[in-house]
């Protein structure tokens, strides 16, 4: 006779197909290492709730405990995990009663394996994105680091690999670690979202066994629960979020990785990385490979397409496994591969071998004063900047064409090409223009706020670095604070464990947790 569920559906009788075996529990117990921990934490808090308000039996408690206790020094490529169970919850069910049989079904009271597995993943990720966040404010300080150390250093800034203004290399970083700062401040407020507890939701709606929600999540270090039942069972875009951010910071990790990789070529020879973070070709051996920025610009892909992923699968209507079944491994996966990749571009530019002779001889090689000189014509010629940007545009033309560099230019050659686009000369022959064409004092006049002058470039970098140290003190506290909660959680357990009395009596004994009658 065949057992019918409320729905209407038959319950499933055997065991699981050989090919979703293989297929859905495989992947899903692959995503048990990053869920471990979590699952085993929840639990305790779980069992702490029901002693909390009497719902275990006597002595239970602590066999309970004790066993979860030992469960969380087993490390998880040790636990025996295995997809024909099913998910990885239905492996530790089974482990748990072989140990200790069917009081082990405790564990399902009053929540749904599904409840435990959410609450592992947040505390898993929550630890992820303190990291990573004091991981992006160190990049950014690093970055602002050698942005004052290069605050002097003259290049031809560039746009579309064309030279543009005459800059600094101190200008040029800044502009990287001002977005790895605010990815850094964006993770760190998401962070809010992320470090709250949907502990006590049930399925959709909660469970009338648990009547305050607060306990597990205090329980658990966090300091709040996801309000709405249905939504903290279900929710994604707190992941979509976070993976967005992470995707952003490599994104811009990215950009500046493509750059030096230009650079660092013979053809400009701007800069050099440490040899640390390069590779030689076991073929041509002149070749010393920027191979470590190869590895940045791949990582920022995989992140894009990872997002892109999850917000494929999580698009299906609501209250379904797709929308976080894939999360439990994509989620960790995506953050700990931005975490090393901000690492090693920390690296990269921390160590990197910067050549202000190339940069210097390039930049009066070229004609990245040209903007300055249509400016100057404006200030003294009475002309309009449209003319005077032809003007100069021509004037640069014959100059490259007769091998004439900007810092060369003449009054002479302005006042020829005026003659050619306007029929008049602008009367700069034999003006002195070496004050305007001077690459140096280009970069001087440069003093408003955000310039590339030296002295604002110190007092942005000054900045950064403060907002930096402030940022990554936040998260490393945060990262304190769960330390701390885990530890009082084991602390709470052993205690219990190791009380002899019956549980009714011990609830003063356990830190953490208070006694209700129930």
């Given at each position: 006779m065949t057992e019918l569920l409320p729905g209407g559906g038959p319950a499933p009788r055997g065991g699981a197909a050989p090919e979703l075996v293989e297929s859905g529990f495989h992947l899903e117990n692959a995503d048990a290492p990053f869920l471990h921990h979590g699952l085993n934490l929840a639990d305790i808090a779980h069992v702490l709730?029901?002693?909390?308000?009497?719902?275990?039996?006597?002595g239970v408690d602590r066999t309970l405990l004790a066993l979860l206790l030992d469960t969380e020094a087993v490390p998880a490529e040790e636990f025996p995990y295995d997809p024909s169970y099913g998910e990885p919850y239905n492996s530790r069910e089974a482990y748990f009663v072989s140990r200790v049989g069917d009081v082990a079904g405790w564990l399902h009271a009053g929540r749904p394996r599904r409840e435990a597995v959410r609450i592992a993943l947040r505390i898993h990720v929550r630890r992820q994105i303190a990291e990573l966040a004091a991981e992006a404010a160190r990049f950014a300080a690093t970055a602002a680091e050698r942005s004052a150390e290069h605050r002097r250093t003259v290049m031809p800034d560039q746009t579309y690999l064309q030279q543009a203004q005459p800059s600094t290399f101190g200008h040029y970083l800044l502009s990287f670690a001002y977005p790895a700062l605010r990815d850094a401040r964006r993770l760190l407020g998401e962070l809010e979202e992320i470090d709250c507890s949907p502990g006590g939701a049930g399925c959709?709606?909660?469970?009338?066994?648990?009547?305050?929600?607060?306990?597990?999540?205090?329980?658990?270090?966090?300091?709040?629960?996801?309000?709405?039942?249905?939504?903290?069972m279900w929710q994604v875009d707190g992941f979509v979020h976070v993976l967005a951010t992470a995707a952003s910071l490599v994104s811009t990790l990215s950009k500046l990785a493509e750059d030096l990789e230009i650079w660092a070529s013979a053809e400009f020879d701007f800069v050099d990385l440490a040899d640390g973070f390069t590779r030689a070709?076991?073929?041509?051996?002149?070749?010393?490979?920027?191979?470590?920025?190869?590895?940045v610009r791949?990582?920022?892909?995989?992140?894009?397409?990872?997002?892109?992923?999850?917000l494929a699968v999580a698009k299906s209507p609501s209250a379904r496994s797709d929308n976080l079944i894939y999360a439990?491994?994509?989620?960790?996966?995506?953050?700990?591969?931005?975490?090393?990749?901000?690492?090693?571009?920390?690296?990269?530019?921390?160590?990197?071998r910067v050549h202000a002779d190339r940069m210097a001889e390039e930049v009066h090689r070229g004609y990245s004063q040209a903007t300055d000189l249509a400016e100057h014509l404006v200030q003294t010629c009475d002309i309009?900047?449209?003319?005077?940007?032809?003007?100069?545009?021509?004037?640069?033309?014959?100059?490259?064409?007769?091998g004439v560099p900007g810092v060369a230019i003449t009054g002479e050659r302005v006042d020829e090409a005026a003659r050619e686009h306007l029929g008049r000369p602008l009367g700069v022959s034999?003006?002195?223009?070496?004050?305007?064409?001077?690459?140096?004092?280009?970069?001087?006049?440069?003093?408003?706020?955000?310039?590339?002058?030296p002295d604002e470039v110190e007092r942005m970098a000054t900045d950064v670095r403060e907002r930096a140290a402030e940022s990554a003190e936040v998260a490393e506290r945060r990262l304190g604070d769960f330390g701390d909660s885990e530890r009082t959680l084991l602390a709470a357990a052993r205690a219990v464990v190791a009380h002899d009395q019956p549980h009714e009596a011990a609830g003063d004994d356990a830190p953490g947790l208070r006694k209700e009658s129930s």
């Open positions: 709730d029901l002693r909390r308000r009497g719902l275990v039996p006597s959709v709606n909660g469970t009338r066994l648990l009547d305050d929600r607060a306990v597990v999540a205090d329980l658990l270090g966090f300091p709040a629960v996801i309000e709405h039942t249905r939504d903290a070709s076991v073929l041509m051996p002149q070749k010393r490979n920027p191979y470590s920025l190869a590895i791949g990582a920022c892909g995989v992140l894009i397409g990872r997002i892109s992923g999850f439990y491994g994509e989620v960790p996966r995506a953050l700990d591969l931005a975490l090393r990749i901000t690492r090693l571009a920390t690296g990269v530019v921390g160590t990197l309009d900047y449209r003319s005077a940007y032809l003007v100069v545009g021509r004037t640069v033309r014959a100059a490259a064409r007769d034999g003006t002195d223009l070496s004050a305007v064409l001077d690459p140096w004092r280009i970069v001087l006049s440069r003093s408003a706020t955000g310039g590339a002058a």
